[in-house]
């Protein structure tokens, strides 16, 4: 891979990471000592929140090993930089209410783009930090996908998710859709783990224009939480909309009604006030607030940990946590952060951004959302994409916006700049559009049904004939064979087939397959370290990779062939000595032979593509006749799908790419003869 910044000073900078972690190192006693665990373990769930509920002062959950970097970094932070400071947080964190290390995006990006599996991150970060509760977020029926599943995979999805040493589930929906929330509630709770049901926060309660999602909303839909049998009640302000004031009311209120209940709170920094909100949230009456490490806190983030445990010291809400470790705990993470600066939500952000009030977009989105806009080539429109979001949102209603919701909206924003439409003239066309595929199931109910319901006439001319959904989505789905899944999966890879590949081969199996091919392929790369993983090296270098204890392999890096007409380039290496060669694709020269006529625009039969992406899908044959607005073919980009349709009557003339075909935006895609 190729980035602006140097090998050199990431070497640098992984050098400084060693010498901080050493000095840590040094200082750590043998055995952890006790912390939240040991009383979830020896008291249950029931006994944990009673315990969390009871305890005096504030208590913290550490969003840096998930929320903070995926905020960030667009979730790319590897297990190896993970594993490396976890003895750490064990030897001087004991007292955190949790460490937030799993789900969310990490499940599929993990696959997806550091080619590791999620599942081994999990046990092995038990194994480095036993006594700080585990926790993850799981969307719901959706639980870590995008989609819906049957209900026997959710269930059995944590059931080994807290074999593996997950503790605490937060529990949430894209829409607060309650169907949704309470299938991902009990399937939590027979599991053996602690349910944090979570309530998705958009609008300002303290706002008496905005009354969509009012005070009284929430408090009813907090009785229904409670009704279900949730052990700690939580709130979830994705994109850092909670202002202290509006804090206050919420949570206060939430207090008065629920004197027994836990309540925990999660915000991002974005506008720049998340201390301020956390601290009026606690003094309300709170138990727990999110934060992240000060180097890996703010803007899209998580408030600073630092902060919170400065302001709170001497108070009735004094932490208990070492501002000193929180130095020490930051400076790895300066350090680490550094080696992710390709990613680093800094490029393009350098400040907090109150404009989160008008957009609404979640921090856990930004950064991604300015990937995948970049890799459409709408990189130096991003300010546009922002303020698309805003009409994006009005255009379907004003709907909750958090994974898969807040991508729904991301795409319909992206393709509007795309195709330079303002929100009159989408609804306008609403009829003769191809919209994004997320949009169209949206509509259709796949995810459920938004607050104050579906906007109209928008929905029934996007989706014309289309069937729509009825109640819970994942409710009509069969349930999945696992013993005929497991010998699919044997069949492909070989009989050790663990119930752990089972799950992320029934939540992703495009992305699994394309894991286990990769993984087979070239190994366990997570032995690299971060420079040579994301960087390779250098012509003569030297390297290690310990593979296990007492297995390392010793490896010089010896020179680079010329670039084959398949894209492919021979890689000449020292492997323990002896002289080895491989051939590997040089993906970025393939994009700059990339040829693909276009479509012209003054032609009314040439279909172009709306964007770049890959052909994941061919719906026509060449000859075939097809409808105006008929399926032709299906994109993807960076998750993102968009279904082609006709834009005429006709026959297909000529097919100009196949399935896997990589295209640039108005690549040629077909020819209709009318």
Same mark, same amino acid.
């Given at each position: 891979?190729?980035?602006?910044?140097?090998?050199?000073?990431?070497?640098?900078?992984?050098?400084?990471?060693?010498?901080?972690?050493?000095?840590?190192?040094?200082?750590?006693?043998?055995?952890?000592?006790?912390?939240?665990?040991?009383?979830?373990?020896?008291?249950?769930?029931?006994?944990?929140?009673?315990?969390?509920?009871?305890?005096?002062?504030?208590?913290?959950?550490?969003?840096?090993?998930?929320?903070?970097?995926?905020?960030?970094?667009?979730?790319?932070?590897?297990?190896?930089?993970?594993?490396?400071?976890?003895?750490?947080?064990?030897?001087?964190?004991?007292?955190?209410?949790?460490?937030?290390?799993?789900?969310?995006?990490?499940?599929?990006?993990?696959?997806?783009?550091?080619?590791?599996?999620?599942?081994?991150?999990?046990?092995?970060?038990?194994?480095?930090?036993?006594?700080?509760?585990?926790?993850?977020?799981?969307?719901?029926?959706?639980?870590?996908?995008?989609?819906?599943?049957?209900?026997?995979?959710?269930?059995?999805?944590?059931?080994?998710?807290?074999?593996?040493?997950?503790?605490?589930?937060?529990?949430?929906?894209?829409?607060?859709?309650?169907?949704?929330?309470?299938?991902?509630?009990? *399937?939590?709770?027979? /599991?053996?783990? @602690?349910?944090? $049901?979570?309530? !998705?926060?958009? +609008?300002?309660? %303290?706002? =008496?224009?905005?009354?969509?999602?009012?005070?009284?909303?929430?408090?009813?839909?907090?009785?229904?939480?409670?009704?279900?049998?949730?052990?700690?009640?939580?709130?979830?302000?994705?994109?850092?909309?909670?202002?202290?004031?509006?804090?206050?009311?919420?949570?206060?209120?939430?207090?008065?009604?629920?004197?027994?209940?836990?309540?925990?709170?999660?915000?991002?920094?974005?506008?720049?006030?998340?201390?301020?909100?956390?601290?009026?949230? *606690?003094?309300?009456? /709170?138990?727990? @607030?999110?934060? $992240?490490?000060? !180097?890996?806190? +703010?803007?899209? %983030?998580? =408030?600073?940990?630092?902060?919170?445990?400065?302001?709170?010291?001497?108070?009735?809400?004094?932490?208990?946590?070492?501002?000193?470790?929180?130095?020490?705990?930051?400076?790895?993470?300066?350090?680490?952060?550094?080696?992710?600066?390709?990613?680093?939500?800094?490029?393009?952000?350098?400040?907090?951004?109150?404009?989160?009030?008008?957009?609404?977009?979640?921090?856990?989105?930004?950064?991604?959302?300015?990937?995948?806009?970049?890799?459409?080539?709408?990189?130096?429109?991003?300010?546009?994409?922002?303020?698309?979001?805003?009409?994006?949102?009005?255009?379907?209603?004003?709907?909750?916006?958090?994974?898969?919701?807040?991508?729904?909206?991301?795409?319909?924003?992206?393709?509007?700049?795309?195709?330079?439409?303002?929100?009159?003239?989408?609804?306008?066309?609403?009829?003769?559009?191809?919209?994004?595929?997320?949009?169209?199931?949206?509509?259709?109910?796949?995810?459920?049904?938004?607050?104050?319901?579906?906007?109209?006439?928008?929905?029934?001319?996007?989706?014309?004939?289309?069937?729509?959904?009825?109640?819970?989505?994942?409710?009509?789905?069969?349930?999945?064979?696992?013993?005929?899944?497991?010998?699919?999966?044997?069949?492909?890879?070989?009989?050790?087939?663990?119930?752990?590949?089972?799950?992320?081969?029934?939540?992703?199996?495009?992305?699994?397959?394309?894991?286990?091919?990769?993984?087979?392929?070239?190994?366990?790369?997570?032995?690299?370290?971060?420079?040579?993983?994301?960087?390779?090296?250098?012509?003569?270098?030297?390297?290690?990779?310990?593979?296990?204890?007492?297995?390392?392999?010793?490896?010089?890096?010896?020179?680079?062939?010329?670039?084959?007409?398949?894209?492919?380039?021979?890689?000449?290496?020292?492997?323990?000595?002896?002289?080895?060669?491989?051939?590997?694709?040089?993906?970025?020269?393939?994009?700059?032979?990339?040829?693909?006529?276009?479509?012209?625009?003054?032609?009314?039969?040439?279909?172009?593509?709306?964007?770049?992406?890959?052909?994941?899908?061919?719906?026509?044959?060449?000859?075939?006749?097809?409808?105006?607005?008929?399926?032709?073919?299906?994109?993807?980009?960076?998750?993102?799908?968009?279904?082609?349709?006709?834009?005429?009557?006709?026959?297909?003339?000529?097919?100009?790419?196949?399935?896997?075909?990589?295209?640039?935006?108005?690549?040629?895609?077909?020819?209709?003869?009318?």
């Amino acid at each position: 891979m190729c980035f602006n910044l140097s090998s050199r000073k990431r070497e640098v900078r992984r050098a400084k990471a060693d010498e901080v972690l050493g000095g840590f190192v040094r200082k750590m006693s043998r055995e952890p000592p006790v912390g939240f665990r040991d009383v979830l373990l020896k008291e249950g769930p029931e006994g944990f929140a009673r315990a969390v509920r009871a305890h005096q002062g504030l208590l913290l959950m550490d969003t840096t090993f998930r929320d903070a970097h995926q905020s960030l970094l667009a979730t790319r932070v590897r297990t190896h930089d993970l594993k490396r400071i976890a003895p750490f947080v064990a030897h001087n964190f004991n007292n955190l209410f949790s460490v937030e290390n799993w789900g969310g995006a990490t499940f599929d990006v993990a696959m997806r783009f550091l080619w590791e599996c999620p599942w081994r991150r999990l046990q092995e970060l038990r194994k480095l930090l036993p006594n700080v509760p585990f926790q993850m977020l799981l969307r719901g029926a959706n639980a870590v996908g995008y989609t819906n599943y049957p209900d026997n995979v959710v269930f059995k999805f944590c059931e080994v998710a807290k074999e593996n040493g997950m503790d605490i589930f937060r529990v949430f929906d894209s829409l607060n859709y309650l169907p949704n929330m309470l299938l991902g509630m009990e *399937a939590a709770g027979t /599991a053996g783990g @602690v349910v944090e $049901a979570a309530i !998705s926060y958009t +609008g300002d309660v %303290s706002d =008496p224009m905005r009354q969509k999602y009012s005070l009284d909303y929430y408090l009813k839909l907090a009785d229904e939480l409670m009704k279900a049998g949730t052990h700690i009640l939580g709130i979830k302000d994705m994109a850092g909309l909670l202002k202290p004031e509006a804090s206050r009311q919420l949570i206060g209120a939430l207090r008065d009604r629920f004197p027994e209940v836990p309540i925990h709170v999660h915000t991002h920094d974005t506008a720049g006030v998340g201390v301020a909100a956390m601290l009026a949230c *606690a003094e309300a009456g /709170a138990d727990v @607030v999110d934060v $992240a490490v000060d !180097s890996m806190a +703010g803007m899209t %983030s998580q =408030p600073s940990m630092g902060a919170i445990v400065a302001c709170t010291k001497g108070t009735k809400l004094n932490t208990g946590i070492s501002l000193e470790k929180v130095f020490d705990y930051s400076e790895y993470w300066e350090v680490t952060r550094g080696l992710y600066a390709p990613f680093d939500c800094t490029a393009t952000m350098k400040s907090g951004n109150a404009d989160v009030y008008e957009n609404e977009i979640p921090g856990g989105q930004y950064t991604n959302l300015h990937f995948q806009a970049h890799s459409m080539g709408l990189g130096n429109k991003f300010k546009e994409v922002k303020k698309a979001y805003a009409e994006a949102n009005k255009l379907l209603g004003d709907i909750i916006k958090v994974t898969p919701s807040s991508k729904i909206v991301g795409d319909l924003a992206q393709f509007m700049v795309q195709n330079s439409l303002t929100r009159a003239e989408v609804e306008e066309r609403a009829e003769e559009l191809s919209f994004p595929l997320s949009v169209v199931e949206f509509l259709q109910g796949h995810i459920g049904i938004p607050h104050g319901g579906f906007p109209e006439p928008f929905r029934a001319k996007v989706l014309k004939s289309l069937p729509r959904m009825e109640g819970r989505p994942g409710a009509s789905l069969p349930p999945t064979d696992f013993q005929a899944l497991e010998k699919q999966l044997q069949q492909a890879h070989g009989d050790d087939i663990t119930s752990e590949d089972m799950m992320s081969a029934a939540m992703y199996p495009k992305v699994f397959q394309e894991f286990k091919e990769f993984d087979s392929n070239f190994g366990p790369v997570e032995c690299l370290n971060t420079r040579l993983f994301l960087d390779g090296p250098k012509i003569a270098e030297e390297f290690e990779v310990e593979l296990e204890r007492g297995k390392t392999l010793h490896i010089k890096a010896l020179a680079l062939g010329d670039l084959t007409s398949a894209g492919q380039r021979e890689v000449f290496f020292e492997l323990n000595g002896q002289l080895r060669s491989v051939l590997v694709k040089d993906t970025q020269a393939m994009k700059e032979m990339h040829f693909h006529p276009k479509a012209l625009k003054d032609v009314r039969g040439q279909v172009g593509a709306p964007m770049p992406g890959k052909v994941v899908e061919l719906k026509v044959k060449q000859g075939q006749k097809v409808e105006k607005g008929q399926p032709l073919c299906v994109l993807s980009a960076m998750k993102m799908e968009t279904v082609v349709n006709s834009p005429v009557s006709g026959t297909v003339a000529k097919i100009h790419v196949n399935s896997d075909s990589s295209l640039e935006g108005d690549d040629l895609i077909l020819e209709i003869s009318e």
